[in-house]
């Protein structure tokens, strides 16, 4: 599976992005979809992941309640539609793809796409 993030740019606090990820493959419904995100010198972290079926969703605390995720097999891509953005959301953010249940450790992904960047101004 090859993944694309896109959707990145600038935005004003409180205002709203949204990402996408555009995979290739025919096996894009089999993998558990997850975003995480990393600053410079930082830990990368875990934002939100869905299921293959789109059954379940997980969100990371710092995010939960504003970031929402989604997919659609049929086209092969998932979003994160981010809401009430804060500064502290400036970073760049992957998009990745697993088939091991651990949908919150980055290790267990085997597919990353390149990255988009988001900017939250003040």
């Known amino acids: 599976v090859q993944l694309q993030a896109s959707g990145g740019g600038l935005v004003q606090a409180g205002g709203s992005l949204r990402l996408s990820c555009a995979a290739s493959?025919?096996?894009?419904?089999?993998?558990?979809l997850g975003w995480f995100r990393q600053a410079p010198e930082k830990e990368r972290e875990f934002v939100a992941a869905?299921?293959?079926?789109?059954?379940?969703?997980y969100y990371g605390d710092s995010v939960k309640g504003r970031f929402t995720i989604s997919r659609d097999n049929a086209k092969n891509t998932a979003s994160l539609q981010m809401n009430s953005l804060k500064p502290d959301d400036t970073t760049v953010y992957y998009c990745?793809?697993?088939?091991?249940?651990?949908?919150?450790?980055?290790?267990?992904?085997?597919?990353w796409g390149q990255g988009t960047l988001v900017t939250v101004s003040s």
């Open positions: 493959g025919r096996t894009f419904s089999w993998y558990t």
């Open positions: 990745a793809a697993t088939a091991s249940g651990t949908y919150y450790r980055g290790i267990e992904y085997d597919y």
């Open positions: 869905i299921s293959s079926t789109s059954e379940r969703t």
